[in-house]
């Protein structure tokens, strides 16, 4: 299995955004729609072996984490981003009158919201994956030897804040595919190439 | 200097698509949106040394070929859809009116529309680039030496066809970047990644 966990600090927390301005208005949910794609779209075909953490920490309810699972997703990704932002939005809408922070709302079979944190979700997928953060100045990626189920956390297009990555210090290896600074859906998709590559057992 | 080309079999030549349904007005330029954003967009960056060509071959005017040209490109490229699609619109529109073959129409600085074929824009290619031909049988890019100008032509969501695989037999190095079956703007970003790794003269 593998986890794609990205954390969108500025990401619209609540259904009210504009699919024809998804950059203008809200907080760049585009960026995440790119990011599920990258994630798990093949040409003509669909990766059933991914996992996507969506973690919203924009205004006005944050956070909210939104979770595509793979193995059982029941509702169709279509790789364009405005079909994804409706998937997006359907799940905040799904999860607006939540209040305990541990319930998961099932939105479609294999899509789930709820109000956990990124400490909570980094918690929750280290007991069974190894956690990379991918970034550019970590080891490269062709030096690491994955093994087993692996998850891979992102910051968006501002980065991770120094309280994150300090929460990150010692449970995550930092991997890098390159010296650049990449757009995070570039480097899923380059991530997700090239694990294809290695025998994973 | 990278080049990358795409032929799009089904895109629309007439400016008369609607940006609220990219996939179904279209004939898919949401592909070619998101082969633009992996070419050229790092995260905030641009890279300066791309050339992209779409070549559009769907109704009711093929074909039309677009060329973005980095180095000299004063329109701003954003990583959203539908901000680039406006952009291929906009060339759509000011190519309405070409007759001639060979004349190319200047829509912004760096930003060009003309009646050029597939095969026009190859032969131009090969002037100054080695030609590759990405594909899931060719080569694996890791075994091959790249040098200088490099050019890669990808087909779209449903591949390039017989005819001009066969036009590119002999003139373009098969290349893979796996053995699966990637989308074109997955592929362009672990290229972009791949050769950023590798010292080029």
Chains 1, 2 share one sequence.
């Not at 794609?37 to 920490?57: D, E």
Request: aromatic residues 10%; proline residues 6%.
């Amino acid at each position: 299995m593998r986890t794609f966990i990205i954390k969108a600090n500025k990401a619209r927390t609540s259904p009210d955004f504009k699919l024809s301005d998804l950059p203008g208005t809200s907080g760049r949910i585009d960026v995440l729609c790119r990011f599920l794609n990258s994630a798990f779209l093949l040409s003509h075909g669909f990766r059933k072996n991914v996992r996507v953490w969506l973690l919203l920490y924009g205004p006005p309810n944050p956070p909210k984490a939104i979770r595509f699972e793979g193995p059982q997703l029941k509702v169709r990704l279509n790789p364009d981003e405005r079909s994804t932002a409706k998937l997006i939005m359907k799940a905040l809408k799904a999860g607006e009158g939540l209040k305990e922070p541990g319930k998961e709302v099932e939105v479609y079979p294999g899509l789930y919201v709820s109000n956990r944190t990124f400490e909570d979700v980094i918690r929750l997928t280290l007991k069974n994956s190894r956690l990379y953060y991918l970034h550019e100045e970590g080891k490269p990626i062709e030096r690491v030897s994955f093994g087993g189920n692996v998850a891979f956390v992102l910051g968006d297009h501002e980065g991770l804040s120094r309280e994150d990555e300090a929460f990150l210090e010692g449970i995550a290896e930092k991997v890098s595919v390159g010296k650049k600074s990449y757009l995070a859906s570039h480097v899923v998709a380059y991530v997700n190439i090239f694990l294809d590559s290695i025998p994973l057992p």
